[in-house]
Every structure is written in structure tokens, then in C-alpha cells.
């Protein structure tokens, strides 16, 4: 059973770094592909970034890449968002959520069938 909790959300000033944490509590992320997804104030939930199952692929979302990375670590259970340069426009609760589908479109919300509560990420000018 999967059950995701995200930490490492909290106020930082702009250009500064954040390494945002998910854990699947419920075991390991083995045969899973891993999405981060955002949600700003009044603003859809938006495609940040993933990383495939198989061959550990990472996907960004637009103008993204280059600031944020993802990563995983099996052996712990946990799949990590490492976000550099941090602008005001980066404040949004911060999602990961998990795929079975050994080719999802990764930034489709739809293509994930279990979600974590989220983690606010507020960065100031």
C-alpha cells in the first residue's frame, strides 16, 4: 500500500535552496515512477518533475530544469526534489504522487493514482 508523506517545505529567501522529502510509508517505491507536481494560491496544480521506474529517466516541467532535480533512493523509500534559485513564483504546496503505469504521460496529474498531503514552500523577496 502506498501511502506518501512529503517533508522539507518551509520559508526560504529568494535564491536560496530547499531539498524537498517523499517517503512512501508504506514500503518502497519499487516499480512505481514518482511525480512532483506544485500548486500556487488560485493557481492549477502544475507539473514540477518525475522520475521513471524503469531506467530512473527524470522529467521537468518547463523552465525547470536546471534549477530543480529529482532523484530517488530505493533502498530507503524516499524520492527527493532538490530546488536551487528559488524565485518568489517557486511558493506553491508542493506534491508527490506515484504512477504504476510503466509509461505514464508524467505531467498528466491524471496519470498518478496516489497522492501525499503536500508541503508549503514559501519563498520571499
Known amino acids: 500500500q502506498v501511502q506518501l508523506v512529503e517533508s522539507g517545505g518551509r520559508l526560504v529567501q529568494a535564491g536560496g535552496s530547499l531539498r524537498l522529502s517523499c517517503v512512501n510509508s508504506?514500503?518502497?517505491?519499487?516499480?512505481?515512477?514518482v511525480g512532483w507536481f506544485r500548486q500556487a494560491p488560485g493557481k492549477e496544480r502544475e507539473f514540477v518533475a518525475a522520475i521513471s521506474w524503469v531506467g530512473g529517466k527524470s522529467y521537468y516541467g518547463d523552465s525547470l530544469k536546471g534549477r530543480f532535480a529529482v532523484s530517488r533512493d530505493n533502498a530507503e523509500s524516499t524520492v527527493y526534489l532538490q530546488m536551487d534559485l528559488l524565485k518568489p513564483d517557486d511558493t506553491a504546496v508542493y506534491y508527490c504522487?506515484?504512477?504504476?503505469?510503466?509509461?505514464?504521460?508524467?505531467?498528466?496529474?491524471?496519470?498518478?493514482?496516489?497522492w501525499g498531503q503536500g508541503t508549503l514552500v514559501t519563498v520571499s523577496s
Open positions: 508504506g514500503g518502497t517505491f519499487s516499480g512505481y515512477s
Open positions: 504522487a506515484t504512477s504504476l503505469k510503466r509509461n505514464p504521460l508524467y505531467a498528466r496529474a491524471y496519470e498518478y493514482d496516489r
